[in-house]
């Protein structure tokens, strides 16, 4: 018979840690999903710099995903993977776009600190290790995003001003780590 992860005789993380972990999984997931839909969406509205920069934010959020993916594996956990919701499609403006994705990030690091706090309750050293590299993370998401949303408040209604940005965005590239 075939041994699987169940029969390993330790498991280092109790059910209640692991179905957290599964859920932050699938936030990440989501995250990617919301992202390629607002590149989406900045195709359909020709501003294709911004559309580059969703692409490649949506691919660093499926790493993430993975992170926990990989994590949830090592520690001799049982990966569950749930439905992913379905993403909004249409906003009102670029601007709109941006703010949505800043309160998004806002979302996920409260879920991070959510999920640090259980492990620290859990007194689960190896999971709270782990969304170290996360919290750290969140500093830097909300930190780009919250610069681009307030250059969009100083550019006002500037068009050009938007087609400036727009190129400025369409310049991001892979991050070192996600190009390995
Ligand atoms: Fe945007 O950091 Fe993951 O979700």
Known sequence: ????????????????????????????MFSAYLYLSMAAYFEKNNLSGMANWMRLQ?????????????????????????AIEEPQSEWESAQKVFEDALGHEQFISNSINKLT?????????????????????????????QQIVDNFK?????????????????????SAQSAE
């Open 58 to 82: 949506s691919i660093e959020e499926h790493e993430h995903a993975m992170k926990f993916y990989d994590f949830i594996i090592k520690v001799g956990g049982v990966v569950k993977l749930a």
């Open 1 to 28: 018979m075939i041994k699987t992860k169940n029969d390993r005789e330790k498991i280092m993380i109790t059910e209640k840690i692991q179905n957290a972990l599964n859920d932050q999984l699938n936030k990440e």
């Open 154 to 174: 100083l550019l006002g209604n500037d068009r050009s001003g938007l087609f400036l940005m727009d190129r400025e965005l369409g310049a991001r590239t892979l």
């Open 117 to 145: 706090d259980l492990a620290i309750a859990e007194s689960d050293h190896a999971t709270k290790t782990f969304l170290h590299w996360f919290v750290e993370e969140q500093v830097e998401e909300e930190a780009n995003v």
